[in-house]
């Protein structure tokens, strides 16, 4: 199942820019490893709790 995320135009081409750098053969490719990433550090700082907190205060989640 595929959920959507609404970005600024801005940091929509920042990101696509960053991709094709990167090779990533596309935006949805990068965000995702990205991400999953920041996720994956994120846990090992902490609980699961800590993570959904702080991904919520950075604007990842709702």
């Not at 081409?13 to 990068?30: I, K, M, P, W």
């Not at 920041?38 to 800590?50: H, I």
């Amino acid at each position: 199942m595929a959920t959507k995320i609404k970005i600024d135009s801005h940091l929509h081409d920042r990101v696509r820019a960053a991709s094709e750098a990167a090779g990533y053969a596309s935006v949805e490719e990068f965000v995702m490893h990205v991400l999953e990433k920041e996720v994956s550090r994120l846990a090992e700082a902490g609980d699961d709790a800590g993570v959904i907190d702080r991904l919520k205060g950075l604007g990842y989640l709702e």
